[in-house]
């Protein structure tokens, strides 16, 4: 988690909530499977359309993508 703002600047919003999401569902004691990176994923789109194109609030744009 304390890595999500100094990442966000350089990897962009969508990437570093996917990392996130699968840090947090790993943490959880989840196995890894393809449901956890569909989540994930998901999640991040979600989150993403939400903000982003929906609300019109700007997330961030990474350095690298």
Do not use: C, H, N, Q
């Amino acid at each position: 988690g304390s890595l999500y703002i100094p990442l966000a600047g350089l990897l962009g919003y969508w990437l570093t909530l996917v990392l996130l999401l699968l840090a947090v569902i790993l943490y959880e004691g989840m196995k890894p499977s393809w449901r956890m990176l569909a989540v994930a994923v998901g999640g991040a789109t979600f989150f993403f359309l939400l903000f982003d194109v929906l609300l019109g609030i700007r997330v961030p744009e990474g350095m690298l993508f």
